[in-house]
């Protein structure tokens, strides 16, 4: 068994004794259903504590077509609350090993820094792209229940542009980790610059083609109106491009033991 191989096995394991093999993926159902069944339910809550007084309720509210739901909960609750949650699940994907000293440990065995870098990256984005598609799945069925259904083909592709995004914050947090030795300076910087990617989506056309966040704009468009940007391939790219980057930066920096406290 070769050590990436290994390595990917042993962060499993460590996402089992942490439980994060259970509440990551019970958060994002609950981010995943809270969007549908707020905006159907709101009016009649407001309406039975009699506290509406005062409030205009937006009638077309509970009249929204399924996909706009969906697409409210990638931009409402994935993209905020969401970004927040993995930041930090993932802060001390290397500052923990560079802290006890595991780090070193490992470099002095027969692993190459590809094979280190590639097992965390490729085991905390799976878990980390299941518990979004656990969640995401949760919506689709609340969502068809209570609004009107939304195609599959379309909930598919929706789901997987928004999963390269996800591979960008995954990327990009493993960076920042290797980078920086604070964990809450790692999940700071973390989260402020991705949600800072995520609110200029929009602003300038050539912007949105070299930022990742795009793809999360990109399965919004497919669920709303069932057809893909043209500008969706070359985000693609661009965004592959940044992954790359990310894991270029973080060999570099551990390869050259740069990682050091010293």
């Known amino acids: 068994m070769n050590s990436f191989i290994v390595l990917v096995n042993k962060e499993f394991t460590q996402m089992i004794r942490d439980f994060k093999i259970i509440w990551l993926p019970l958060v994002f159902i609950l981010l995943g259903i809270t969007q549908p069944v707020i905006t159907y ?12 007084q005062g409030i205009t309720i937006d009638p077309s509210m509970t009249n ?21 949650i993995i930041a ?6 290397i500052q923990t090993d560079k ?4 780090l070193a440990f490992i470099l002095t065995r027969p692993v190459t820094v590809r094979s280190y870098v590639g097992g965390k990256i490729a085991s905390n984005y799976i878990f980390t792209a299941f518990s979004i598609t656990v969640g995401y799945l949760a919506s689709y069925l609340y969502v068809n229940f209570l ?18 995004w996800v591979l960008f914050i995954v990327s990009f947090t493993t960076m920042i980790s290797t980078l920086i030795n604070s964990p ?5 910087i973390s989260i402020a610059c991705l949600i800072a990617c995520r609110v200029i989506v929009g602003l300038n056309s050539m912007i949105d083609l070299v930022n990742p966040a795009s793809m999360s704009k990109h399965a919004m ?27 270029f930066v973080t060999n570099y920096w551990i390869s050259n033991k740069k990682f050091s406290n010293e």
Do not use: H, K
Request: hydrophobic fraction near 55%; glycine fraction near 14%.
């Open 64 to 84: 929204q077509q399924g996909g706009e739901i969906l697409a409210g909960t990638l931009a409402s609750q994935f993209d905020q609350l969401g970004i927040m």
């Open 221 to 247: 468009e497919v669920l709303i109106t069932g057809s893909v940007n043209s500008n969706a391939i070359g985000n693609l790219g661009v965004t592959f491009l940044c992954v790359v980057l990310a894991i």
């Open 147 to 164: 609004f009107t259904n939304v195609a599959v083909y379309d909930m598919l592709i929706g789901l997987l542009f928004y999963l390269v």
């Open 88 to 93: 930090i699940s993932l802060m001390g994907i």
């Open 99 to 102: 802290a006890n000293g595991m």
């Open 184 to 188: 809450g300076l790692i999940a700071l």
């Open 41 to 52: 339910y709101l009016p009649t809550i407001l309406e039975a504590l009699g506290s509406g």
